[in-house]
């Protein structure tokens, strides 16, 4: 363990859950002056995510799920849950306020992305299925 990590784990351990969060809210404010969110976010994401995955020291400090031998890294760990739950609110933030073409050529490449991914391990029969009911799904709802 490192020296800051030493330092903040004496500062942090007899500190409440409520004082934490109190510093945390003062503390953001002036540690995010200057800095661009937009590109800073997808890098916090993706370290956050290869963490929880298990691709980072930082994945022995999450509290992810162990996994057995039979699992992939996520099965094992609690990102999909998350991510489930994240992703839809994040697309309900985000897509309004993109330009329309930005937002059909994002909104195009999401959809192959999620068709080829969630159809992955099917057979033809179940792949069409799954396509089938994802398109009266979207139509549906004209």
């Known amino acids: 363990m490192g020296m800051m990590d030493r330092m903040m784990?004496?500062?942090?351990?007899?500190?409440?859950?409520?004082?934490?969060?109190?510093?945390m809210m003062e503390m953001m404010p002036k540690m995010m002056?200057?800095?661009?969110?937009?590109e800073m976010m997808p890098q916090m994401m993706m370290a956050m995510m290869s963490g929880m995955m298990g691709g980072s020291p930082q994945a022995e400090k999450s509290e992810k799920?162990?996994?057995?031998s039979d699992q992939t890294p996520m099965?094992?760990?609690?990102?999909?849950?998350?991510?489930?739950?994240?992703?839809?609110?994040?697309?309900?933030?985000?897509?309004?306020?993109?330009?329309?073409?930005?937002?059909?050529?994002f909104v195009l490449n999401i959809v192959v992305i999620l068709k080829e991914q969630g159809s992955a391990g099917m057979s033809d029969e179940e792949r069409q299925d799954f396509i089938a009911r994802v398109v009266e799904k979207i139509t549906g709802s004209l």
């Open 9 to 23: 784990e004496k500062f942090l351990g007899d500190m409440t859950v409520e004082e934490k969060k109190k510093m």
């Open 65 to 68: 799920v162990s996994t057995s």
């Open 33 to 38: 002056e200057g800095i661009d969110m937009a």
């Open 75 to 105: 099965e094992g760990s609690m990102m999909p849950n998350m991510m489930t739950e994240m992703m839809p609110n994040c697309l309900n933030i985000i897509l309004p306020g993109m330009p329309k073409e930005d937002r059909i050529d």
